[in-house]
């Protein structure tokens, strides 16, 4: 290291020098590339999105947007069933995911908790393992306690009496994030359990409900009936608006009014919120496009099984399957050589699966074709 380069890196604070980001699946440019690696929706925005946001660029691109994107929140109340007071809007809903970590919980004495232990509860992000690989890196991010709970071997959720006498689930957790459905499982939760657990947690709860749209059941309503539990829901994965960033969170005002105590003043840019508000103009198109989204995700699910494949069975827009005959790094390797793109997780619980999102119906199929060529070798 140069003397330039190592006093840099003395500005650098220890966390963030140790830290580990979060890494993204790729987004790479390849020319006839079948991208089922990111969870992105398949089908474009309703024809009336992309007009509304191509309408709005012009002139007025140089004023600031609406600070708290008030017409997306009454727009969204509407649809809940509550108040705009209970609406928070994020630039994803990754922003308001690090927003309640660093709202809800202590950092702790530099992230690791007082002499090597795990940290009190009040420095606790907690979440089940496997689910969403970002809520290490935001509790490591903000000097919080990471603190992953294990899911049974078939990702069920622990019930609620199996949680008490673990040991290892923290009821006074200051934070707990669920993913509902379960990321990168897909595995649907109840709202019977999930209820359950709320009632006995006394931390912040967020029902991280990315995939909600593509399940049979919501948990929405839990938000709005427990002052400690919050809802996070996206554009991004059901309303094709990944590119756009916009999410939210339902919960109590109480809730609602810290995070915005420590939100950026123009957090959601302005074509997004055009874009989300007109989205909720649009939903009986989306409604088609889950239901083929739906109905491709159980045509791959058992072509697939077919195969040998073992299918864990899906209440979201991509699958989790473990391959036949090589190892799925193998598999994921062999499959990029022919231009199909699915994620791999490099994880003792999850190395020997895929996780493959739900793409058109000929991306399927070219998966499928693959996958039959591949297992006949
Ligand atoms: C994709 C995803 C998000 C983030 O969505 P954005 O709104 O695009 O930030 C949050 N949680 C889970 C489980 C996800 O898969």
């Excluded at 795990?118 to 890196?137: A, E, M, T």
Aim: glycine share 6%; with cysteine; aromatic share 10%.
């Amino acid at each position: 290291m140069s003397s330039h380069s190592r006093k840099a890196a003395k500005l650098i604070r220890p966390l963030v020098q140790r830290l580990h980001p979060y890494v993204p699946g790729e987004q790479p440019k390849i020319l006839g590339l079948v991208k089922l690696n990111t969870n992105e929706n398949p089908y474009s925005p309703a024809p009336k999105v992309i007009e509304a946001v191509k309408r709005a660029a012009d002139g007025r691109l140089r004023l600031y947007p609406n600070p708290t994107a008030e017409l997306l929140r009454e727009k969204l109340a509407k649809f809940h069933g509550c108040q705009p007071e209970n609406i928070i809007v994020g630039n994803g809903s990754d922003e308001l995911l690090a927003m309640a970590v660093r709202a809800f919980t202590e950092p702790l004495d530099g992230g690791r908790g007082r002499n090597g232990t795990p940290g009190p509860s009040k420095g606790k992000v907690q979440f089940f393992h496997p689910s969403y690989s970002l809520y290490p890196v935001l509790a490591a991010t903000h000097g919080a306690k990471a603190h992953p709970v294990a899911l049974e071997s078939n990702f069920a959720i622990p019930a609620l009496p199996k949680l008490k006498s673990g040991k290892q689930w923290d009821f006074a957790a200051a934070l707990s994030f669920i993913t509902t459905p379960n990321a990168p499982s897909g595995r649907a939760y109840g709202k019977a359990q999930l209820k359950e657990l709320c009632a006995a947690q006394r931390g912040v709860i967020v029902l991280d409900e990315a995939y909600v749209d593509f399940a049979r059941e919501n948990a929405l309503s839990l938000s709005l009936a427990f002052p400690h539990v919050l809802t996070a829901r996206t554009f991004s994965k059901a309303y094709s608006l990944c590119f756009l960033r916009v999410g939210y969170f339902v919960g109590s005002r109480e809730l609602i009014a810290a995070l915005n105590k420590i939100r950026d003043s123009y957090n959601v840019n302005g074509l997004g919120q055009i874009a989300a508000i007109e989205t909720l103009n649009c939903l009986p198109y989306y409604r088609e496009t889950f239901c083929k989204i739906i109905h491709s995700r159980n045509h791959l699910s058992t072509r697939l099984s077919d195969l040998g494949f073992e299918v864990y069975p899906s209440q979201t827009n991509f699958i989790l399957v473990r391959p036949p005959h090589f190892p799925a790094a193998v598999w994921l390797e062999k499959l990029r050589s022919k231009k199909i793109l699915v994620r791999w997780f490099n994880d003792p619980i999850l190395k020997d699966w895929l996780r493959i999102t739900i793409g058109t119906e000929a991306e399927c199929d070219a998966l499928i074709r693959e996958a039959e060529r591949m297992t006949n070798d």
